[in-house]
C-alpha cells in the first residue's frame, strides 16, 4: 500500500529535512510504502524511510526555460521520483494534456516512477462526463509502464475537506483497473477520519494525501491507521 505526502507549496528545506527525520522514527511494516513530495527548493538526498519526489519538472535535461528545473537538478539529489497531470498544475498553471505527455514521455524514458493523476472537474462529474474527461486524461499515456502508479482525484473534493463518497471511488477505481494494471490511488480530502474506509474500497492501493500530510504528526498518525488496514 502507498501513503504519500504531497507538500505542494509549503515547508522549506529545513522543514522538509524536521519532517523526514521525525518521519524516520515510524515503523514501517513491509506492505507500505512512502513517498514525500517536497517542493523543488527542498529536494535534497535525505536518509529517508519515504521515496522523495518532485512535484514537478521540465521535459528537458537542462536549458534555457526559466523558473524550471529538469533532468540535470533532478540528477543531482537521485530522484527519480515525479508527480504529473497533478490538477493543480492542469487547472490553474494551464497543462494542457499534450504537455503533460511530453512530460510523462521524457520521465519514462529515463526511466521515473511516475505517479499520474486524473481526477474530474465538478462540471464534468455533474455533466455525467466523468469517464469522458478522465479517458481525455489518459491519452498518450502508457498504461502499461511498469513504473506507473494512477492517483485519482477528483478536482472539486481537493483542499476541499469534501473528500469523495466511497461508492464514486470505487467506480472510478474500477473503471482504471480496467485499463491498466498500475497501482491506483486515491486523492482529495484524505485525512485521519476518512483514510481507514478509503483504503478499504476494493481496488485500492493507496492514498495521495495533500493539506493533512502536512504535520508530520497528522501524517503518521495515518501510516498507523493504514498499518492496521
Ligand atoms: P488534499 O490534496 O489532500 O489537500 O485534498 C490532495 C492533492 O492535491 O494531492
Given at each position: 500500500m502507498i501513503i504519500a505526502a504531497n507538500f505542494k507549496m509549503n515547508h522549506t528545506r529545513a522543514s522538509t529535512k524536521a519532517y523526514i527525520d521525525r518521519l524516520n522514527c515510524t515503523e514501517l511494516s513491509h506492505d507500505v510504502r512512502l513517498f514525500v513530495f517536497p517542493p523543488a527548493t527542498a529536494l535534497d538526498r535525505y536518509e529517508s524511510i519515504a521515496t522523495i519526489g518532485a512535484q514537478n519538472a521540465y521535459c528537458?535535461?537542462?536549458?534555457?526555460?526559466?523558473?524550471e528545473i529538469g533532468l540535470e537538478q533532478l540528477e543531482e539529489f537521485g530522484i527519480k521520483t515525479l508527480l504529473l497531470g497533478h490538477s493543480e498544475r492542469r487547472h490553474i498553471f494551464n497543462e494542457s494534456q499534450e504537455f503533460i505527455t511530453k512530460k510523462f514521455n521524457f520521465y519514462k524514458d529515463q526511466g521515473f516512477e511516475i505517479v499520474y493523476c486524473v481526477g474530474e472537474t465538478l462540471e464534468k462529474r455533474e455533466e455525467g462526463a466523468t469517464y469522458t474527461y478522465i479517458e481525455e486524461q489518459l491519452?498518450?499515456?502508457?498504461?502499461?509502464?511498469?513504473r506507473l502508479i494512477i492517483a485519482y482525484e477528483p478536482v472539486w473534493a481537493i483542499g476541499t475537506g469534501k473528500s469523495a463518497k466511497g461508492e464514486d471511488i470505487q467506480e472510478v477505481l474500477e473503471f482504471l483497473s480496467q485499463k491498466t494494471s498500475a497501482p491506483l490511488l486515491y486523492g482529495g480530502s484524505v485525512k485521519r477520519s476518512n483514510i481507514a474506509e478509503i483504503l478499504s474500497?476494493?481496488?485500492?492501493?493507496g492514498v495521495l494525501i495533500g493539506?493533512?500530510?502536512?504535520?508530520v504528526e497528522e501524517f503518521i498518525a495515518m501510516i498507523e491507521i493504514a498499518k492496521e488496514n
Open positions: 528537458a535535461r537542462n536549458g534555457s526555460y526559466t523558473g491519452e498518450g499515456i502508457d498504461l502499461g509502464y511498469e474500497i476494493p481496488k485500492c492501493g493539506s493533512a500530510s502536512w504535520d
